[in-house]
T-cell receptor
Framework: EPEVTQTPSHQVTQMGQEVILRCVPI?????FYWYRQILGQKVEFLVS????????KSEIFDDQFSVERPDGSNFTLKIRSTKLEDSAMYFC????????????????FGSGTQLSVL | KNEVEQSPQNLTAQEGEFITINCSYS?????LHWLQQHPGGGIVSLFM???GKKKHGRLIATINIQEKHSSLHITASHPRDSAVYIC?????????????FGKGTKLSVKP
């Protein structure tokens, strides 16, 4: 089965540093998403991306965050100046449908990047 | 108030038991997702449904739109089913991936 891949699996950084989390979605998918999960808490939506632009974002996704599809395969999440509270597991996901018109379509998740900000 | 509530929070079962996990939501939705999160943290989508019932192997998911309630059933449970099961909903009018997540149900199946 095709899969979404995320790199690195673990990232340690110093507070104030910039980090880039990378994702390679499934090749024919058109819709891309980032989520985060702080340890012990529920998963939270960050942003959705389609046709090379952000289509929706949550309140969490403030000016320190940005997303980009720099080429035909990668989808990146950049955190400009990391804070301690950015420590979390970050998940990327992709789909080829937006509103579930294909009744069997699901989201495909990557295995996550654990970000630790020291 | 949580928009997506799951019960129970924790569930321990003996191998072979029939398991039900419940999810209630308070917002209008376009779809509901059941997800499985493994101990290592990875997330797998089990079902996406907007009405009725879906079945895949030993897993069955149902949804009642009028009652804003969904259930995930596992028949003949096995220790490998041990994981956190998460219910998540796509807001009506939002994109499929703009999800509101429940806190998850931690399932442990003992041999």
């Amino acid at each position: 089965e095709p899969e979404v891949t995320q790199t690195p699996s673990h990232q340690v950084t110093q507070m104030g540093q910039e980090v880039i989390l990378r994702c390679v979605p499934i090749s024919n998918h058109l819709y891309f998403y980032w989520y985060r999960q702080i340890l012990g808490q529920k998963v939270e939506f960050l942003v959705s991306f389609y046709n090379n632009e952000i289509s929706e974002k949550s309140e969490i996704f403030d000016d320190q965050f940005s997303v980009e599809r720099p080429d035909g395969s990668n989808f990146t999440l950049k955190i400009r100046s990391t804070k301690l509270e950015d420590s979390a597991m970050y998940f990327c996901a992709s789909s080829d449908q937006n509103r579930g018109e294909a009744t069997n379509e699901k989201l495909f998740f990557g295995s996550g990047t654990q970000l630790s900000v020291l | 108030k949580n928009e997506v509530e799951q019960s129970p929070q924790n569930l321990t079962a003996q191998e072979g038991e029939f398991i039900t996990i419940n999810c209630s939501y308070s917002v209008g939705i376009s779809a509901l997702h059941w997800l499985q999160q493994h101990p290592g943290g990875g997330i797998v989508s089990l079902f996406m449904l907007s009405s009725g019932k879906k079945k895949h192997g030993r897993l069955i998911a149902t949804i009642n739109i009028q009652e804003k309630h969904s259930s995930l059933h596992i028949t003949a449970s096995h220790p490998r089913d041990s994981a956190v099961y998460i219910c998540a909903v796509s807001n009506y009018g939002g994109s499929q991936g703009n999800l509101i997540f429940g806190k998850g149900t931690k399932l442990s199946v003992k041999p």
